[in-house]
């Protein structure tokens, strides 16, 4: 026990470099062909071929070595850390959490509230348009959809593909009736959340039946046929040239934000020019719609549906048995999450000004799916979280022109975004395989509100 | 009028709550049961027998809507006097209109939910109408407040009655088998039944746990609740129970007072497995007055 725990033993580092070793060879067939060989066209258009063993040696290098300091260094020490714990009787549960741990959630809501601000008086005017729009409301946009599809995979354990076309239908439902009636957003965007959920429901009438696998395969064709029919109908949605021109989101009707209407914004009160004060006010806006969907999520957990809904997640039968309705209990589901995937959508039309069936595809889906599972199914914090490392990670890379210097002047970092999505979800699913908050809050409590620990939850089974 | 409800009598007198008529089913060729008719009696506990595979689960299944019978007339009286027939309801109506419930072989519970939050899902429908269905709930009104009291002190009366106060707080799936067993029961009463149907609850159960669900049982049935229940523990069956009913093969082989059963030859040949053949004899032995 403790030769094979000490450091530098003949018997650890022996071990450390036959797996070092049997890495490389796995690493080295791996990547022969994807990194030693490389395809380009030539000045005649034909595809011709060269190596490059400098960088396979590299990546053979990585693996093998890594493997080998994992092996002969770090696990061992990592053991012994936990031995000498172990011996000394100390359990790793504190009951005592640190101010910002019991406070994360007020100090996470001050931040946000004062984030738009925050990047005005850092970057300035120009500079914050990036930070409000392509990080603030990009990733709020995503935590709302998120939320949106917890409700159906999260709590109701109904494991939805297609979630994105709900998130269609609210964005065309904005972009057709707004440009077609020129309806304002104020009244548009509840009339999109209802038409999202009545095709929640429409959807949910013939596939309620199924479950698991089957009721995920039809929920992703929804999602296609959704798709299909935007690029198909060109009469009505312009097909693949989409909708463009979209109105803005107006202050409630009192001010506008269009350039040369009477009561704009801007002329109002008499600030100079500048689109970032609509995106700031874009950013409350979904902000505020987040909170709405937080909220409703919170109380509907704590009434008898939200109860039916987690109930349904973990047995079908014994719902049964006890007078529940499975139908209408997983049409509301549905019909709730898809609101709030219609309020998103409408949001998007009105934020972009412009939609088209591009937007909408599977891998919409994909993401938001994965940052749900990713963030904890059922969890907020948890979700909210994995939004901002998801879709925040994919605009930091954006940001990386250095890497340009590491990877040469070709080099385009958002295109490794999966191999990012990829990356994280194995890292995560290796240490917190129940998502960044693996613990269920109880609705109701007689004597002290405990978590439930993940490995009792179920993930649902249709 | 609600499906499967009658005014008419249907020869039930007032102390049956449940008769079932010629009750056939049907898998594919097989027949797990052939035109089987029995009776509970109200405010008694009836225990249904038989050796494995005699298709007890089968019938609880059909009683409580899991299955649709081939044929036969399943019939629950309530006690306000309104019939159903429960082989025209949906299975989430036998409980919710019938008041019937139901536990499980295999327990099935809530396991990621608390034990307290099992006992509130089953009073889903009370407190759904309490709601509004969930839009005056979602406004906080009194009303809605009130009946979520109730509902808790309710499930806090199950939870005493079954010794799980202590846990309550815990997650289902974390207590000891007895327990769970336990909560099965409480979670099914907490749906305010007339009728509870039990398969097997005292399997895997140790002496001592057995004992206390015979004192639970026994006090669920003080509190007017008939109880039908599938048990392969003799001393369960015949310590609590008002009138045994055997199976065998799909059929009715034996029916009455648990003494009755004990000494009927035809089940001592099915529990022991006698020949055919020698049941005559088994049946002329007893005729004999040579009993054990």
Redesign the interface.
Known sequence: MTASTETGHPNVLAKAVREGLFAGVIAFFMFLLFVGIETYQDINNTLVWRTRWGLLAVFVAVAAVGRFLTVGFIKPHIDRRKLAKAKSGVLEISENKSFFHRHFLKIALIFLVLYPFLSLMIVGKQGSLKYVDNFGIQILIYVMLAWGLNIVVGLAGLLDLGYVAFYAVGAYSYALLSSYFGFSFWLLLPMSGILAALWGIILGFPVLRLRGDYLAIVTLAFGEIIRLVLINWTDVTKGTFGISGIAKASFFGIWSFDSGTTNNFVKAWGLSASSVYYKVFLFYVILALCMLTAYVTIRLRRMPIGRAWEALREDEIACRSLGINTVTTKLTAFATGAMFGGFAGAFFATRQGFVSPESFVFLESAVILAIVVLGGMGSLTGIAIAAVVMVGGTEVLREMAFLKVVFGPDFTPELYRMLLFGLAMIIVMLFKPRGFVGSREPTAFLKERKAVSGSFTKEGHG | MAPGTTTMTNGINGDTILKVEHLSMKFGGLMAINDLSLEARRGEITALIGPNGAGKTTVFNCI???YKPTMGMLTLQRRDGKEYLLERLR??????LAGV??T?QNI???????V??NL??????A??KA?GY?IL??LGLPAYRRAVDAS?EKA?YW?DKADL?DR???????LPYGAQRRLEIA??MC?NPELLCLDEPAAGLNPRESAALNTLLHQIRDEGVSILLIEHDMSVVMEISDHVVVLEYGQKISDGSPDHVKNDPRVIAAYLGVEDDEVEEVIAEELDGGQR
């Not at chain 2, 299975?91 to 919710?96: C, L, Q, R, T």
């Not at chain 2, 099935?108 to 608390?114: H, K």
């Open positions: 409580t809507g899991f299975d989430f109506e036998i409980p919710k419930a139901r499980f099935r519970l809530f396991s990621g939910l608390t307290l939050e509130l899902v089953a009073q889903h429908n407190l759904m709601s969930t709930g979602l808790i806090k939870l106060t309550a707080d815990d997650p289902a799936g974390d979670r099914a749906t």
